[in-house]
């Protein structure tokens, strides 16, 4: 059984960092990422990038390069960070890690893991 | 990277069809085989419907089907039924290995 866990929600001031995790079990990895997906309140999916936990390549959607950070640890089990600096109240959203194959181009087919999401609010 | 255009909302009646287009351009959709359909209903993670273009995931129902002409993605889902209701995302592989999803289309049955 899949699973992705995350860390819980949080509340944050302008300026303030915040450090999201996502634990996996149940998985296998061989190449395939973890993305990163936020969700504003009532808001579309927007792609933050990813990062695949056996080697450590990382990929930053434009916008966000500067200001996240991806890291893993691998032992003793996958654990995947998402760091972000310089809080603004327009990053109040949910955030996601997944690997699912419509984003993760060498998951298995039909794969699609997601974790249940963490609510960071951003406010003064 | 631009978010992926969608309509802001569609509907049918139970039984119906229901097609959400997807618009992009040369650099995702239309330069990609990679282009997926997620489902959202409120407060839950978005659940992959199609991926690749046409392809549907284990324990999709064949009613959902997807398709692609030119910048154009579509997703299709016939005999709508009530649990059909929820949020529609597209997303594209695109240039530079990166990914870029749609505005979303709220899809209602009346």
């Known amino acids: 059984q899949v699973q992705f866990v995350q860390s819980g929600a949080e509340v944050k001031k302008p300026g303030d960092s915040v450090k999201v995790s996502c634990k996996a079990s149940g998985h296998t990895f061989r190449n395939e990422g973890i993305h990163w997906v936020r969700q504003a309140p009532g808001q579309k999916l927007e792609w933050m990038g990813w990062i695949v936990p056996t080697n450590g390549d990382i990929q930053y959607a434009q916008k966000f390069q500067g200001r996240v950070t991806f890291t893993r640890d691998k032992s003793p089990a996958i654990i995947a960070y998402m760091e972000m600096n310089n809080l603004k109240s327009e990053d109040t959203a949910t955030y996601y890690c997944?690997?699912?194959?419509?984003?993760?181009?060498?998951?298995?087919?039909?794969?699609?893991?997601w974790g249940q999401g963490t609510l960071v609010t951003v406010s003064s | 990277q631009s978010a992926l255009t969608q309509p802001p909302s569609a509907s049918g009646s139970p039984g119906q069809s229901v097609t959400i287009s997807c618009t992009g351009t040369?650099?995702?959709?239309?330069?990609?085989?990679?282009v997926s359909w997620y489902q959202q209903h409120p407060g839950k993670a978005p659940k992959l419907m199609i991926y690749?273009?046409?392809k549907r995931p284990s324990g999709v129902p064949d009613r959902f089907s997807g398709s692609k002409s030119g910048n154009t993605a579509s997703l299709t889902v016939s005999g709508l039924q009530a649990e059909d209701e929820a949020d529609y995302y597209c997303?594209?592989?695109?240039?530079?290995?990166?990914?870029?999803f749609g505005s979303g289309t709220k899809v209602t049955v009346l």
């Open positions: 997303s594209s592989y695109a240039d530079n290995n990166m990914r870029v």
């Open positions: 997944a690997t699912s194959k419509g984003i993760t181009l060498s998951a298995p087919p039909g794969s699609d893991h």
């Open positions: 690749e273009v046409t």
């Open positions: 040369s650099s995702d959709i239309g330069g990609s085989n990679y």
